[in-house]
């Protein structure tokens, strides 16, 4: 069964600045679906952003994925399923400074797009709000789908066995990050910078431009420190801390967040669960001094390992020892999170960090490496001791060593066939009509249109 990729659905930004931005007074409707539209212009916007982005993609494609998304939010409006405004709010804004990075700070964005970003926020809710109720009605459809051991075994029975995929080298890894940390007089000096400017706002400098001119976290500081509304999952406890302590037009004091450096902010509107804010964040170089520590402590705890080569001695020394919050609580193992309801422990070679299969290329299953130098993708370095737990060589699928893989695939392609039936069905109880130009240019869409509207003319719109 074919997969709907709903290519739309993370496209919606670009179109709305093609809408916007449209002068010719009539627009073609490229497809009536029940009572709602699909407009020729909307299909150009995405396909435009489609091509910038690198995307493989096709008109085709296009229409038919917004035809499905407006099947899916007509429904979603029958079994009253809806989304928070809270939610839209936290889409757009999530959207907004994604495109305000891009486009190079927030005043080259308004200068593309002929307006305010706030009045570009009440223009592209509406899509947004109709993305996030087809995205919910989807997973409505499916939630209540479950893959047990049987369905795996007669997924697998059916796989043509001169067609099964052979698996890529795995391996088990773990490790033991060693991260530099400065001292209390190394970090008190940029501290001292963030009170400095702390008062200044308190004096009256406009906050904004201090966010801009001073402020190191780079995914805010061009837009003046606004972070838009957050909820309290979108940033550290400490951060959240003070933005949902404070009330609006409140300052914070300078507080520190072990893993960024010395923030503070100040709260400019509450809505709800979600908090307006800004705000100028410092954040402390590595020092010499700080990484020579940290190779000290690595040195040390090799030394421990080297005398005892206990695999559990290896997990109780990432527990203790490692400042790598995400794998020292389970023996330091490396996940792979590319399962659909799984993760594991087995990392295909290929999707190694470099700097590790590099490490663990010339090791044997048990070694434990001496401490190397890691620089993670944000460019932060620190020490790392790793360990090679198991090898699984390349290998045709099997059920012995591939169960949860299998089970991913199963539960990938109950999911599909789950949606095309239902989308299947959907299709005979809505009328559905397509332009000529796209109903006989796209095979994709042969089985779409309602038989009754076939033969009806083209139709011509008002522009959104």
């Not at 150009?44 to 995307?55: R, T, V, W």
């Not at 087809?134 to 796989?159: C, G, S, W």
């Not at 190394?186 to 406009?206: H, I, P, S, W």
């Not at 299947?424 to 559905?432: F, L």
């Amino acid at each position: 069964m074919r997969k709907f990729g709903f290519v739309v659905l993370g496209l919606v930004l670009f179109t709305s600045v093609a809408n916007a931005q449209r002068k010719i007074p009539l627009d073609k409707i490229v497809a009536v679906i029940g009572n709602s539209i699909v407009l020729q212009s909307d299909i150009e916007g995405m396909n435009a952003q489609a091509l910038y982005q690198g995307a493989n993609t096709n008109k085709c494609q296009l229409v038919q994925d917004q035809i499905a998304t407006k099947i899916l939010v007509q429904q979603a409006a029958i079994d009253s399923i809806e989304v928070k405004d809270d939610d839209i709010d936290a889409e757009i804004d999530r959207r907004v400074r994604y495109s305000v990075r891009q486009a190079g700070g927030q005043d080259r964005l308004e200068q593309f797009l002929g307006r305010s970003v706030l009045q570009y926020k009440e223009e592209i809710r509406p899509e947004v709000r109709e993305m996030l109720i087809a995205q919910k009605m989807r997973a409505h459809i499916t939630e209540k789908l479950n893959t047990t051991p049987q369905d795996v075994r007669d997924y697998f029975r059916k796989l043509p066995k001169d067609s099964l995929p052979t698996f890529n080298k795995e391996v088990e890894v773990a490790e033991i990050v060693f991260e530099p940390k400065l001292n209390k007089a190394e970090k008190d000096v940029y501290r001292e910078k963030a009170q400095e400017l702390l008062d200044r706002v308190k004096k009256g400098d406009d906050f904004g431009a201090l966010a801009t001119a001073y402020s190191q976290d780079p995914g805010t500081a061009p837009q003046g420190g606004d972070d838009g509304f957050i909820d309290r999952n979108m940033y550290v406890k400490e951060f959240t801390g003070w933005a949902f302590k404070l009330k609006a037009g409140e300052l914070s004091p300078v507080f520190e967040s072990p893993d960024y450096g010395f923030f503070f902010l100040q709260v400019l509107e509450r809505r709800g669960e979600q908090v307006h804010t800004r705000h100028i964040l410092i954040s402390p170089p590595i020092t010499p001094e700080s990484l020579d520590r940290a190779k000290g402590r690595a040195d040390t705890i090799y030394n421990l390992l080297d005398k005892n080569r206990k695999v559990d001695f290896f997990a109780s020394a990432a527990s203790f020892y490692s400042d790598n919050k995400e794998t020292k609580y389970n023996g330091g193992l490396l996940m792979n999170a590319d399962g659909v309801d799984s993760r594991t422990s087995y990392i295909p070679t290929n999707k190694l960090d470099p700097q590790v299969e590099a490490v663990i290329d010339t090791m044997k299953v048990g070694g434990i490496s001496k401490p190397v130098l890691f620089t993670d993708r944000q460019g932060k370095k620190s020490y790392r001791i790793f360990y090679l737990k198991s090898v699984v060589d390349a290998h045709k699928a099997n059920l012995e060593q591939d169960f949860a893989k299998i089970k991913d695939f199963a539960t990938s392609d109950k999911v599909n066939r789950t949606i095309a039936d239902w989308f299947a069905k959907k299709r005979k109880e809505t009328y559905i009509r397509i332009d000529p130009q796209f109903q006989e240019g796209c095979p994709i869409l042969k089985n779409w249109a309602s038989v009754d509207a076939a033969a009806q003319p083209t139709v011509s719109s008002q522009a959104k």
